[in-house]
């Protein structure tokens, strides 16, 4: 962030007010990002992993990545979606590090209209999660806010559909839905 110094305090006080009374959720890939503001939560969003993964700071976990996919072969589809899912996972896993709250991960949007794909990719999420030590309670699986999507949250999450109160939908513009798992 640039600007003078009374402009960024300014500006940082402004933050300040604004986490005491509402949740901050960093909209990044990028970790120094997270230091500096200092956010509750964080959410991995697809284009901004795909920014942040072209940064010379970040290869290491784009090169061990396309390593698992490798690993665990298949063709070259399934070694490319497996090595995207564990990029996810290691960027919020990373940012873990950084944040006391959670971290939202994004089932495929290619799956939208899937509901038993989105289920299985949510669970597959949440796995790479735990192999890298991760509970699930820190974790928030994105879906999409498709009919199939509410049901995939139904049925992978014993969640209630995104209609009843209580639900935790935490970022309202569509086609995601967020589901608490």
């Not at 402004?14 to 964080?42: C, M, N, R, S, W």
């Not at 940012?95 to 991960?105: A, E």
């Not at 290619?110 to 949510?122: G, H, P, Q």
């Amino acid at each position: 962030m640039s600007g003078s110094p009374v402009k960024r305090q300014r500006m940082e006080s402004a933050l300040d007010q604004l986490k005491q009374f509402t949740t901050v959720v960093a909209d990044t890939g990028d970790f120094h990002a997270i230091d500096e503001y200092k956010p509750q939560d964080a959410t991995t969003n697809p284009s901004l992993i795909l920014a942040a993964a072209q940064m010379p700071a970040y290869q290491e976990l784009v090169e061990e990545a396309i390593a698992y996919g490798k690993k665990l072969g298949g063709s070259q589809e399934e070694q490319i979606k497996n090595a995207i899912d564990k990029l996810f996972v290691l960027f919020g896993a990373e940012i873990l590090k950084k944040i006391p709250g959670r971290v939202s991960t994004e089932v495929d949007a290619r799956l939208s209209f899937d509901k038993d794909a989105m289920v299985a990719r949510a669970k597959r999420l949440i796995e790479l999660y735990k192999e890298a030590g991760i509970s699930k309670e820190r974790i928030l699986i994105k879906l999409s806010s498709t009919w199939e999507g509410i049901q995939a949250g139904n049925m992978a999450c014993q969640a209630v559909p995104c209609l009843h109160p209580g639900s935790k939908p935490a970022n309202p513009r569509p086609p995601k839905l967020n589901m608490h798992t």
